[in-house]
């Protein structure tokens, strides 16, 4: 098993525009129930999960938002090539 815990600590620390872009980059790739749960995320942001979805959403989605940075050994929103640092350097 992948010891996610370094990513979700990345990925909490998003803020909630980044983790609703991290879901669109995400949600056609993901599996079910994962990509359900984006999906109503996605669509009614505010409406709260279930306690069932809660902890998929803990356990699998939330440490999916975060990839390694290509370039430093940061984190990087899904989908993203490179962390914000090395977006200012490198990104387009
Ligand atoms: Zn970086």
């Excluded at 979700?8 to 056609?28: I, S, T």
């Excluded at 995320?41 to 999960?49: G, I, R, V």
């Excluded at 356990?59 to 984190?75: A, D, N, Q």
């Excluded at 962390?83 to 990104?91: K, L, R």
Aim: aromatic content about 6%; hydrophobic content about 35%.
């Amino acid at each position: 098993m992948k010891d996610t815990a370094e990513f979700e600590k990345a990925a909490k620390q998003l803020c909630p525009e980044q983790q609703q872009e991290a879901m669109r980059n995400l949600v056609d790739m993901a599996d079910e129930p994962e990509a359900g749960i984006m999906r109503q995320l996605l669509a009614e942001p505010q409406k709260p999960l279930s306690p069932k979805q809660q902890n998929v959403f803990d356990k699998h989605i939330l440490p999916s938002m975060v990839e390694r940075c290509s370039t430093c050994p940061g984190f990087s929103l899904a989908g993203a090539a490179y962390c914000e640092t090395c977006a200012v350097e490198y990104g387009s």
